[in-house]
Every structure is written in C-alpha cells, then in structure tokens.
C-alpha cells in the first residue's frame, strides 16, 4: 500500500479545499428526509454538478473530472472535513452508476448518468421486498415480458429515498421456473411517476420518511431500461453490493471527520475523563478504517476487485457508527437523543447500519465460509 499520492491527486485536493471553503452553506442545509430538506440537498448537488465536483471519478462526458479512485478518497477527506451536506444522490452515484458503467450500455450510461450527477433526476433503490431483504433471492415482484418491455407487479419495502425520489431500479423475478432462486432475475430501472406505482412513504423513529413502500401494478417499463441480460439480474446486482459494502457507502473520510468532531465536543465539555477510553477509541477506529480502505483501493488498482473483504468492510462501519454516535450523545448528556442535533439525527441513521447493505449476521457467514473457510451453518 502507497500512502505517498501523486501531485496531480494533491492539486485536486486543494482546489477542493478552496471551494468548499468558499461554498459549503455557512448552516446546516434541514433534513435531507423532508420534502424541504429534499429539495435543498438536491439544489446543493446542482451546485457541485456545477463546478464538476458531484462526481469527480467519473469521465468528463458524463459531469466527472475524471480523477482516478485515490484522488476521489482525497475529495471526500476534505468534503467531509469541511461539513458539506449529506449527498441525496447517494443511491444512484454509488451504486446504479458503477452498475451502468459495468453492465449498462452506452445509450443508458449518456441517458441516465448526466441527469443523475446534476441531481436533476434523484434515484431510489428498490431491492427489499416483505419477505426478501438479507435473503433478497427469495423476491416474489415479477418482470412479465410485452411489447416493446416489460410489465411490473408487486411490493418493494424499505426503498430508501423513494418518498421524493424521482426514479428506481431494482430486481424482478422474470423467470419463476427457473431452477434456483438466484436464476431467472432481471435488474430493472423505472419511473416512480408511472401509472401504476404507488409510493407510500414509512416514518423513521422520528417520524421523518426516510423510506417508502412500493406498490406496483403493471408498471410499464420499456426495454431500453434493462441493464444488461434479462435473467441475469442477480450477478448484476451482486457487483452493486459489493460497492455499496465496500469502498463508497461509507467512506473514511466521513468517520474522520466525525471523530474529530467528537475530540472537539470532549475537550468543549471540560475533557469528561469517564469516556476519553471511548473517544479514543472512536479516532483509533476512524484511523484504522481509513488504512483499511486505503489497502482495498490499492488492491482495487492494481488490477484486483471488490471480494468478500467487503463484507469485512460492512461489519466494522456498522458498528463503529453506532458506537461513535453514542459517544457523543453520552457527551451531550441525558438530553442527547431528544436534542436536535447531527449526532441525534445520525444515532438513529446509525442504529439501522446493521440491517441495511445486507444484515451483519449475513455478512458474517459470508466471512465464516468464504474468508475463514468454515461449514455452512445455520443456512
């Protein structure tokens, strides 16, 4: 691993220094899961897509600068350093995208990805359905082949920014005789305006809808929106899992940032001795995380993948954010979580990270059996 980076990585990084310091909303932007909040995160990603800093790995045709994996680490060090919003967009840049540029075709990639980069066209990801979230191959929702496309029918859950979100992608059951659940899928994008969807959106612990369910009911959805080969959605999708648990859900950049963040409330409040072991460990973790990623990217480099180290990645980010948030919140005092603060806002946010992504207790038994070796257990 070569934490040595280039001069061209360190010029990116200051340029991104000097313009979200001149930027970044001097308060905090509201909630992003508000249809207020929505529609000012969505104005902040305009305003990055501007100036070519919404996406900065991505080609140039596309809204990116083109800048390469570690020059994008460095970006989000200092976009996080600098306390710039929360990215509504997060759903589509992270995971549809890289899909698009690994399966999707040049027509979908110059379609989709230039409305997606300028937030003009927010997207939602719809893969959990009522009985198929860690064991998504169960799904039941159906892709029915016709004319010019494809039909729709069923319910997705927990679809995250779908309240206000404009589109969706996600996978469907196209051939229910196939011989093995994970056979026979297809991955679909879709308009969540279209005759036939019904969004009902489901309030977090603070009533905010962070999530929504989706009703479909022979949702038209023409060919050009099947990301690579019907019956092969399921191989597809596993390549978007592995980026969601690995490098770009949560990047180190966000954690370092938060840790500093908590040195600076611990010393404010008077260095409370009773959980400097706990702070310390929070900058330990943000550290440890951060060296982590950086030896996955160099890997990733050099010509390797995203394997199931990722699900190492998952486990540790999980339950690192929560353990972070509720160090905070003891700083705060017993008013901490009814306090309207980022930390109380992202200790809710926090408590659902080992659900969403794949359930630790999934990710665990992909480490016991691929990584460890061990017998299949209680699958």
Same mark, same amino acid.
């Given at each position: ?15 991104? /220094? ?22 000012? !995160?969505?104005?902040?990603?305009? /305003? ?7 996406? $900065? ?29 929360? /990215? @509504? ?13 690994? !399966? ?16 003009? @066209? ?103 929106? $099947? ?61 440890? =995380? ?29 339950? =690192? ?57 209680? /699958?």
């Amino acid at each position: 691993m070569d934490l040595q980076h280039s001069p061209e990585d360190e010029a990116l990084r200051a340029e991104a /220094r000097d313009w979200l310091a001149a930027h970044v909303p001097e308060r905090p932007l509201p909630s992003l899961e508000t249809r207020e909040g929505f529609a000012a !995160h969505r104005a902040w990603e305009a /305003r990055l897509h501007a100036d070519r800093w919404s996406v $900065v790995s991505w080609p140039r045709e596309y809204g990116g600068r083109g800048a390469g994996l570690f020059a994008w680490l460095l970006f989000e060090q200092e976009y996080y350093a600098a306390g710039a919003p929360g /990215r @509504v967009s997060q759903n589509g840049i992270n995971l549809l995208a890289p899909t698009l540029f690994d !399966h999707g075709t040049e027509e979908q990639r110059a379609r989709v990805l230039p409305p997606m980069a300028s937030g003009e @066209v927010v997207w939602a990801q719809a893969w959990s359905e009522p009985e198929a979230g860690s064991d998504l191959a169960s799904l039941r929702s159906r892709a029915v082949p016709t004319e010019g496309g494809w039909l729709l029918n069923g319910q997705k859950t927990w679809s995250s920014r779908a309240a206000f979100a404009d589109r969706a992608f996600g996978i469907f059951r196209s051939d229910p005789r196939a011989d093995r659940p994970h056979q026979g899928l297809t991955y679909l994008m879709f308009d969540l305006s279209a005759p036939g969807v019904t969004v009902r959106p489901v309030g977090r612990l603070d009533g905010k809808p962070a999530f929504a369910e989706l009703f479909l009911d022979d949702v038209f959805v023409p060919d050009e929106d $099947v990301i690579g080969e019907p019956g092969r959605g399921w191989r597809i999708a596993m390549s978007s899992t592995g980026n969601e648990r690995g490098l770009t859900l949560r990047s180190p950049g966000r954690f370092l940032a938060a840790a500093d963040r908590l040195v600076r409330q611990w010393r404010e409040g008077g260095e409370d001795r009773g959980v400097r072991d706990r702070v310390a460990d929070a900058v330990i973790g943000a550290r440890a =995380y951060e060296l982590f990623t950086w030896a996955g990217a160099s890997r990733f480099a050099q010509g390797g993948s995203i394997g199931t180290e990722s699900s190492l990645n998952k486990v540790f980010w999980s339950q =690192y954010d929560i353990a972070l948030h509720e160090t905070a919140l003891d700083l705060l005092g017993e008013d901490g979580e009814l306090s309207d603060t980022a930390w109380a806002e992202g200790h809710l946010f926090s408590l659902a990270g080992p659900i969403y992504a794949g359930t630790n207790e999934i990710q665990r038994d992909i480490i016991a059996e691929r990584l460890l070796g061990l017998p299949k257990g209680r /699958r």
